[in-house]
Protein backbone atom coordinates (compact mmCIF):
# COMPACT_ATOMS: atom_id res chain seq x y z
CA UNK A 1 0.00 0.00 0.00
CA UNK A 2 1.40 3.16 -1.37
CA UNK A 3 2.17 5.43 1.77
CA UNK A 4 -0.01 8.96 2.08
CA UNK A 5 1.65 11.36 0.50
CA UNK A 6 0.92 15.36 2.70
CA UNK A 7 0.81 18.74 1.19
CA UNK A 8 4.50 20.72 3.02
CA UNK A 9 2.97 24.33 1.92
CA UNK A 10 -0.24 24.77 4.24
CA UNK A 11 -1.06 27.91 5.35
CA UNK A 12 0.70 27.63 8.69
CA UNK A 13 3.80 26.04 6.72
CA UNK A 14 3.59 29.42 4.63
CA UNK A 15 3.23 31.92 7.31
CA UNK A 16 6.26 30.63 9.20
CA UNK A 17 8.78 30.75 6.60
CA UNK A 18 7.41 34.21 4.97
CA UNK A 19 7.81 35.94 8.14
CA UNK A 20 11.41 33.81 8.80
CA UNK A 21 12.25 35.08 5.69
CA UNK A 22 11.26 39.16 6.54
CA UNK A 23 12.97 38.66 10.33
CA UNK A 24 16.10 37.20 9.08
CA UNK A 25 17.32 39.11 6.28
CA UNK A 26 16.35 42.24 8.60
CA UNK A 27 18.47 40.86 11.46
CA UNK A 28 21.41 40.10 10.02
CA UNK A 29 21.27 43.75 7.71
CA UNK A 30 20.95 45.46 10.82
CA UNK A 31 23.18 43.13 12.60
CA UNK A 32 26.27 43.98 10.49
CA UNK A 33 25.35 47.30 10.46
CA UNK A 34 25.34 47.91 13.99
CA UNK A 35 29.24 46.46 13.88
CA UNK A 36 30.36 48.51 11.61
CA UNK A 37 28.48 51.51 13.48
CA UNK A 38 30.11 50.59 16.96
CA UNK A 39 33.54 50.30 15.55
CA UNK A 40 33.48 53.89 13.78
CA UNK A 41 31.73 54.98 17.18
CA UNK A 42 33.85 53.99 19.42
CA UNK A 43 37.10 53.73 16.98
CA UNK A 44 38.28 51.12 20.18
CA UNK A 45 39.02 47.06 19.18
CA UNK A 46 38.39 46.37 23.05
CA UNK A 47 34.90 48.31 23.07
CA UNK A 48 34.17 45.85 20.29
CA UNK A 49 35.07 43.14 22.06
CA UNK A 50 32.64 44.06 25.05
CA UNK A 51 29.80 44.82 22.53
CA UNK A 52 29.78 41.67 21.14
CA UNK A 53 30.72 39.80 24.14
CA UNK A 54 27.48 41.37 25.40
CA UNK A 55 25.64 40.23 22.41
CA UNK A 56 27.32 36.09 23.07
CA UNK A 57 26.73 35.96 26.45
CA UNK A 58 23.17 35.20 26.22
CA UNK A 59 23.47 32.89 23.70
CA UNK A 60 25.04 30.59 26.32
CA UNK A 61 22.41 31.32 29.53
CA UNK A 62 18.62 32.05 28.06
CA UNK A 63 18.68 29.04 25.91
CA UNK A 64 19.05 26.60 28.91
CA UNK A 65 16.62 28.90 30.97
CA UNK A 66 13.40 29.44 28.09
CA UNK A 67 13.92 25.42 27.50
CA UNK A 68 11.84 24.32 30.02
CA UNK A 69 9.57 27.62 29.65
CA UNK A 70 9.14 26.96 25.67
CA UNK A 71 8.06 23.29 26.60
CA UNK A 72 5.20 24.39 29.19
CA UNK A 73 3.41 27.64 27.50
CA UNK A 74 2.83 28.75 23.91
CA UNK A 75 5.93 28.57 21.51
CA UNK A 76 3.69 30.45 18.92
CA UNK A 77 3.01 33.05 21.17
CA UNK A 78 6.20 33.18 22.41
CA UNK A 79 7.70 33.81 18.52
CA UNK A 80 5.25 36.78 17.78
CA UNK A 81 4.96 38.47 21.19
CA UNK A 82 10.02 38.63 21.12
CA UNK A 83 9.09 40.07 17.15
CA UNK A 84 7.27 42.72 18.84
CA UNK A 85 9.32 43.63 21.10
CA UNK A 86 12.21 43.28 18.97
CA UNK A 87 10.14 45.78 16.71
CA UNK A 88 10.09 48.18 19.94
CA UNK A 89 13.54 48.12 20.57
CA UNK A 90 15.09 48.47 16.68
CA UNK A 91 12.71 51.51 16.61
CA UNK A 92 13.70 52.70 19.71
CA UNK A 93 17.52 52.50 18.98
CA UNK A 94 16.88 53.68 15.51
CA UNK A 95 15.30 57.27 16.68
CA UNK A 96 18.07 57.49 19.27
CA UNK A 97 20.78 57.12 16.25
CA UNK A 98 18.87 59.55 13.88
CA UNK A 99 18.21 62.12 17.07
CA UNK A 100 21.59 61.60 18.30
CA UNK A 101 20.09 60.49 22.03
CA UNK A 102 23.01 57.45 22.08
CA UNK A 103 25.99 56.33 23.82
CA UNK A 104 28.05 53.35 23.96
CA UNK A 105 26.23 52.04 26.85
CA UNK A 106 22.63 52.78 25.62
CA UNK A 107 23.95 50.76 22.79
CA UNK A 108 25.81 48.03 24.57
CA UNK A 109 22.38 47.30 27.07
CA UNK A 110 20.45 47.47 24.13
CA UNK A 111 22.32 44.55 22.58
CA UNK A 112 22.32 42.64 25.68
CA UNK A 113 18.78 42.71 25.42
CA UNK A 114 18.83 41.69 21.63
CA UNK A 115 20.79 38.98 22.34
CA UNK A 116 18.40 37.40 24.94
CA UNK A 117 15.50 38.26 22.70
CA UNK A 118 17.23 36.17 19.88
CA UNK A 119 18.66 33.23 22.11
CA UNK A 120 15.40 32.55 23.31
CA UNK A 121 13.62 33.17 20.06
CA UNK A 122 16.04 30.82 18.70
CA UNK A 123 14.73 27.87 21.56
CA UNK A 124 10.70 29.22 20.35
CA UNK A 125 11.12 28.81 16.64
CA UNK A 126 13.29 25.61 16.54
CA UNK A 127 11.08 24.16 18.67
CA UNK A 128 7.91 25.08 17.35
CA UNK A 129 8.45 25.07 13.62
CA UNK A 130 8.95 20.87 13.02
CA UNK A 131 5.28 21.19 14.69
CA UNK A 132 4.26 22.91 11.36
CA UNK A 133 5.92 20.63 9.31
CA UNK A 134 3.58 17.79 7.89
CA UNK A 135 4.43 13.74 7.86
CA UNK A 136 7.25 12.63 5.51
CA UNK A 137 8.27 16.41 5.05
CA UNK A 138 11.08 17.16 7.36
CA UNK A 139 13.89 17.30 4.54
CA UNK A 140 11.97 19.49 2.31
CA UNK A 141 11.00 21.55 5.13
CA UNK A 142 14.99 22.12 6.45
CA UNK A 143 16.11 22.38 3.09
CA UNK A 144 14.27 25.37 2.56
CA UNK A 145 14.82 27.13 6.08
CA UNK A 146 19.23 26.06 4.89
CA UNK A 147 18.63 27.62 1.80
CA UNK A 148 16.99 30.87 3.33
CA UNK A 149 19.69 31.15 6.41
CA UNK A 150 22.43 31.07 3.24
CA UNK A 151 20.39 33.44 2.11
CA UNK A 152 21.27 36.16 4.82
CA UNK A 153 25.23 36.34 3.64
CA UNK A 154 23.82 38.37 0.97
CA UNK A 155 22.79 40.94 3.21
CA UNK A 156 26.69 41.73 4.78
CA UNK A 157 27.59 43.96 1.37
CA UNK A 158 24.15 44.84 0.72
CA UNK A 159 24.34 46.18 4.81
CA UNK A 160 27.49 48.12 3.99
CA UNK A 161 26.45 50.03 1.16
CA UNK A 162 22.77 50.96 3.04
CA UNK A 163 24.85 52.00 6.13
CA UNK A 164 27.31 54.04 4.04
CA UNK A 165 24.36 55.56 2.14
CA UNK A 166 21.66 56.11 4.54
CA UNK A 167 23.40 55.64 8.34
CA UNK A 168 22.68 53.08 11.04
CA UNK A 169 19.55 54.79 12.24
CA UNK A 170 17.59 54.75 8.96
CA UNK A 171 18.42 51.07 8.87
CA UNK A 172 17.14 50.36 12.04
CA UNK A 173 14.02 51.65 11.69
CA UNK A 174 13.37 50.05 8.32
CA UNK A 175 14.65 47.15 10.64
CA UNK A 176 12.21 47.35 12.93
CA UNK A 177 9.05 47.52 10.58
CA UNK A 178 10.64 43.87 8.97
CA UNK A 179 9.97 42.71 12.37
CA UNK A 180 6.58 44.38 12.56
CA UNK A 181 5.58 42.61 9.31
CA UNK A 182 7.23 38.79 10.72
CA UNK A 183 5.24 39.20 13.93
CA UNK A 184 1.81 40.40 12.56
CA UNK A 185 2.41 37.22 10.22
CA UNK A 186 2.78 34.98 12.95
CA UNK A 187 -0.16 36.18 14.73
CA UNK A 188 -2.05 34.55 11.82
CA UNK A 189 -0.24 30.49 12.53
CA UNK A 190 -3.25 28.21 14.17
CA UNK A 191 -2.94 27.07 17.59
CA UNK A 192 -1.43 23.37 16.92
CA UNK A 193 0.14 23.62 20.76
CA UNK A 194 -3.09 21.60 21.90
CA UNK A 195 -0.69 19.74 24.42
CA UNK A 196 0.13 23.17 26.32
CA UNK A 197 -3.02 22.67 27.62
CA UNK A 198 -2.61 19.99 29.25
CA UNK A 199 -0.22 21.49 31.74
CA UNK A 200 -1.18 23.03 35.08
CA UNK A 201 -1.89 27.07 35.26
CA UNK A 202 0.37 27.10 38.34
CA UNK A 203 3.90 27.25 37.53
CA UNK A 204 6.23 27.79 40.51
CA UNK A 205 9.63 27.78 40.66
CA UNK A 206 9.57 24.07 41.32
CA UNK A 207 7.59 23.10 38.89
CA UNK A 208 10.21 25.30 36.18
CA UNK A 209 13.40 23.19 38.22
CA UNK A 210 11.19 20.25 38.47
CA UNK A 211 10.90 19.98 33.97
CA UNK A 212 14.51 21.23 33.65
CA UNK A 213 15.84 18.76 35.37
CA UNK A 214 13.38 16.11 33.56
CA UNK A 215 15.28 17.94 29.90
CA UNK A 216 18.72 16.87 31.28
CA UNK A 217 17.42 13.40 32.14
CA UNK A 218 15.86 12.87 28.68
CA UNK A 219 19.21 14.18 27.17
CA UNK A 220 21.16 12.12 29.21
CA UNK A 221 19.00 8.60 29.03
CA UNK A 222 18.68 8.92 25.10
CA UNK A 223 22.57 7.79 24.43
CA UNK A 224 21.86 8.53 21.04
CA UNK A 225 20.72 12.16 21.46
CA UNK A 226 23.52 12.94 23.85
CA UNK A 227 26.33 11.76 21.37
CA UNK A 228 24.85 13.54 18.84
CA UNK A 229 24.95 16.85 21.03
CA UNK A 230 28.65 16.28 22.73
CA UNK A 231 29.65 15.63 18.40
CA UNK A 232 28.40 19.17 17.84
CA UNK A 233 29.65 20.85 20.80
CA UNK A 234 33.16 19.39 19.05
CA UNK A 235 31.87 20.88 15.69
CA UNK A 236 30.99 24.33 16.84
CA UNK A 237 34.39 24.50 19.31
CA UNK A 238 36.14 23.89 15.74
CA UNK A 239 33.64 26.66 14.13
CA UNK A 240 34.69 29.19 17.02
CA UNK A 241 38.48 28.90 16.39
CA UNK A 242 37.15 29.07 12.33
CA UNK A 243 35.99 32.82 13.33
CA UNK A 244 38.93 34.08 15.02
CA UNK A 245 41.27 32.67 12.90
CA UNK A 246 40.48 33.31 8.99
CA UNK A 247 40.01 36.84 8.50
CA UNK A 248 43.26 37.59 10.33
CA UNK A 249 44.78 34.68 8.36
CA UNK A 250 43.98 36.55 5.10
CA UNK A 251 44.59 40.09 6.14
CA UNK A 252 48.34 38.78 6.83
CA UNK A 253 49.25 36.60 3.71
CA UNK A 254 47.80 39.03 1.76
CA UNK A 255 48.21 42.27 3.27
CA UNK A 256 49.31 43.77 0.11
CA UNK A 257 46.19 42.17 -1.73
CA UNK A 258 45.39 40.16 -4.26
CA UNK A 259 45.65 39.89 -7.79
CA UNK A 260 42.28 38.55 -9.38
CA UNK A 261 42.62 37.38 -13.14
CA UNK A 262 45.79 39.17 -13.43
CA UNK A 263 45.18 42.40 -13.28
CA UNK A 264 42.47 43.12 -10.86
CA UNK A 265 44.34 43.50 -7.11
CA UNK A 266 41.44 43.44 -4.14
CA UNK A 267 42.25 44.17 -0.61
CA UNK A 268 42.80 41.30 1.91
CA UNK A 269 38.75 41.82 3.14
CA UNK A 270 37.14 41.39 0.19
CA UNK A 271 39.25 38.10 -1.13
CA UNK A 272 37.51 36.97 2.27
CA UNK A 273 34.11 37.34 1.89
CA UNK A 274 34.99 35.91 -2.34
CA UNK A 275 36.92 32.99 -0.39
CA UNK A 276 34.17 32.20 1.91
CA UNK A 277 31.03 33.29 -0.31
CA UNK A 278 31.76 30.24 -2.38
CA UNK A 279 30.94 28.04 0.63
CA UNK A 280 27.27 29.91 0.66
CA UNK A 281 26.96 29.24 -2.63
CA UNK A 282 27.89 25.71 -1.70
CA UNK A 283 25.26 25.60 0.79
CA UNK A 284 22.73 27.16 -1.05
CA UNK A 285 23.22 24.46 -3.95
CA UNK A 286 22.96 21.99 -1.65
CA UNK A 287 19.92 23.21 0.10
CA UNK A 288 17.98 22.64 -3.20
CA UNK A 289 19.50 19.62 -3.80
CA UNK A 290 18.11 18.21 -0.60
CA UNK A 291 14.38 19.60 -1.67
CA UNK A 292 14.27 17.70 -4.62
CA UNK A 293 16.21 14.51 -3.88
CA UNK A 294 16.08 12.47 -1.06
CA UNK A 295 18.89 10.15 0.89
CA UNK A 296 18.24 6.49 1.27
CA UNK A 297 16.76 6.19 4.61
CA UNK A 298 19.30 3.54 5.73
CA UNK A 299 22.37 4.93 3.79
CA UNK A 300 21.76 8.72 6.19
CA UNK A 301 24.21 7.67 9.57
CA UNK A 302 26.89 6.63 7.40
CA UNK A 303 26.22 9.39 4.71
CA UNK A 304 26.49 11.67 7.38
CA UNK A 305 29.38 10.39 9.45
CA UNK A 306 31.67 10.57 6.17
CA UNK A 307 30.60 13.82 5.58
CA UNK A 308 30.99 15.21 9.20
CA UNK A 309 34.89 13.40 8.33
CA UNK A 310 35.88 15.32 4.94
CA UNK A 311 34.55 18.78 5.95
CA UNK A 312 36.62 18.78 8.96
CA UNK A 313 39.57 17.67 6.91
CA UNK A 314 38.94 20.02 3.79
CA UNK A 315 38.27 22.92 6.91
CA UNK A 316 41.34 21.79 8.16
CA UNK A 317 43.88 22.26 4.87
CA UNK A 318 42.43 24.94 3.23
CA UNK A 319 44.56 27.60 4.48
CA UNK A 320 47.50 25.65 3.26
CA UNK A 321 46.20 25.90 -0.54
CA UNK A 322 46.35 28.86 -3.20
CA UNK A 323 43.13 30.74 -3.62
CA UNK A 324 41.63 29.04 -6.61
CA UNK A 325 41.84 26.01 -4.71
CA UNK A 326 40.26 27.48 -0.95
CA UNK A 327 37.41 28.50 -3.23
CA UNK A 328 36.85 25.02 -4.46
CA UNK A 329 37.58 23.20 -0.97
CA UNK A 330 35.33 25.81 0.60
CA UNK A 331 32.49 25.69 -2.42
CA UNK A 332 32.18 21.34 -1.19
CA UNK A 333 32.00 22.09 2.84
CA UNK A 334 29.17 24.32 2.12
CA UNK A 335 27.61 22.26 -0.10
CA UNK A 336 28.28 18.80 2.10
CA UNK A 337 27.46 21.08 5.69
CA UNK A 338 24.16 21.65 3.88
CA UNK A 339 23.49 18.07 3.81
CA UNK A 340 24.93 17.23 7.38
CA UNK A 341 22.57 20.18 8.54
CA UNK A 342 19.36 18.54 6.60
CA UNK A 343 20.25 14.62 7.57
CA UNK A 344 20.75 15.80 11.39
CA UNK A 345 17.92 18.11 12.12
CA UNK A 346 15.00 16.68 10.08
CA UNK A 347 16.40 13.62 12.09
CA UNK A 348 16.69 14.88 16.10
CA UNK A 349 13.35 16.95 15.62
CA UNK A 350 11.13 14.13 14.11
CA UNK A 351 12.40 11.98 16.87
CA UNK A 352 12.00 14.37 19.82
CA UNK A 353 8.32 14.43 21.33
CA UNK A 354 7.04 17.79 21.13
CA UNK A 355 6.91 18.18 24.92
CA UNK A 356 10.74 17.81 25.47
CA UNK A 357 11.67 19.73 22.29
CA UNK A 358 12.23 23.07 24.07
CA UNK A 359 14.55 21.54 26.78
CA UNK A 360 16.66 19.53 24.14
CA UNK A 361 17.22 22.63 21.79
CA UNK A 362 17.80 25.04 24.71
CA UNK A 363 20.44 22.53 25.61
CA UNK A 364 21.70 21.16 22.38
CA UNK A 365 21.99 25.77 21.81
CA UNK A 366 23.83 26.22 24.79
CA UNK A 367 25.90 23.06 24.07
CA UNK A 368 26.94 24.63 20.76
CA UNK A 369 27.65 27.90 21.90
CA UNK A 370 29.97 27.44 24.85
CA UNK A 371 31.94 24.93 22.28
CA UNK A 372 32.27 28.27 20.18
CA UNK A 373 33.57 30.60 23.09
CA UNK A 374 35.89 27.66 24.37
CA UNK A 375 37.02 27.54 20.29
CA UNK A 376 37.32 31.44 19.92
CA UNK A 377 39.78 31.73 23.09
CA UNK A 378 41.77 28.55 22.31
CA UNK A 379 42.19 29.21 18.89
CA UNK A 380 43.30 33.10 20.43
CA UNK A 381 45.64 31.77 22.46
CA UNK A 382 47.62 29.71 20.17
CA UNK A 383 47.62 31.94 17.19
CA UNK A 384 50.29 33.81 19.40
CA UNK A 385 52.44 30.22 19.45
CA UNK A 386 51.54 28.78 16.14
CA UNK A 387 51.34 29.91 12.49
CA UNK A 388 47.65 30.64 11.74
CA UNK A 389 47.13 27.91 9.37
CA UNK A 390 48.56 25.47 11.61
CA UNK A 391 46.29 26.16 14.68
CA UNK A 392 43.18 25.91 12.37
CA UNK A 393 44.48 22.21 10.74
CA UNK A 394 45.07 21.51 14.97
CA UNK A 395 41.40 22.24 15.71
CA UNK A 396 40.39 20.91 12.80
CA UNK A 397 41.77 17.55 13.52
CA UNK A 398 40.69 17.20 16.52
CA UNK A 399 36.93 17.48 15.46
CA UNK A 400 37.89 14.80 12.84
CA UNK A 401 38.87 12.95 15.75
CA UNK A 402 35.48 13.44 17.80
CA UNK A 403 33.45 12.75 14.35
CA UNK A 404 35.56 8.80 13.98
CA UNK A 405 35.00 8.44 18.15
CA UNK A 406 32.25 10.01 18.68
CA UNK A 407 29.77 9.48 15.86
CA UNK A 408 31.29 6.26 14.44
CA UNK A 409 31.99 4.81 17.69
CA UNK A 410 28.56 5.61 18.65
CA UNK A 411 26.60 4.06 15.63
CA UNK A 412 24.58 1.81 17.41
CA UNK A 413 23.11 4.82 19.45
CA UNK A 414 22.93 6.87 16.42
CA UNK A 415 21.88 5.41 13.49
CA UNK A 416 18.88 4.58 14.29
CA UNK A 417 18.17 8.03 14.90
CA UNK A 418 19.53 9.46 11.54
CA UNK A 419 17.96 6.62 9.39
CA UNK A 420 14.10 7.47 9.75
CA UNK A 421 11.97 8.50 7.82
CA UNK A 422 11.42 11.83 7.86
Given at each position: MAQKQYKLWTKDFTIITLGSIVS??????????????????TGNATLYAVYVFLYTMPQIIAPIIAGPLMDRFSRRRTIYTLDFLTTVLYLSMGLLVVFGYYSFGVLAAMT?????????????????????ITEGNYRKAYSIQTTLETMTYVMIPLSTLLYNSFGLGTLLIINSAFFFVAAVCETRISDVEAYCGHHDRKYTASSYL???????????????LLLIAVYFTFSAFGDGSASVIQLPFFKARYADGYSLFGTLNIGAEYLYVIVLGTAMIGRLIGGLLNYKIAIKQKAKYITALIIYVAINIMQGVTLFTPVL????????????????????????????????KGRFNGAFIMLNTTGALIGEVAAGGLNSILPMEVTNAVFMGVCTLAAIVIIG??????????NRET
Open positions: MLGGAMSGFAMSLFVLDYFVLGCISSTYQVAFTSFYPMLSDAKQGFKYLFADKGCMCILCFFTGLFASTSYNIRVSATQSYVPNEMGGKHHISPIY
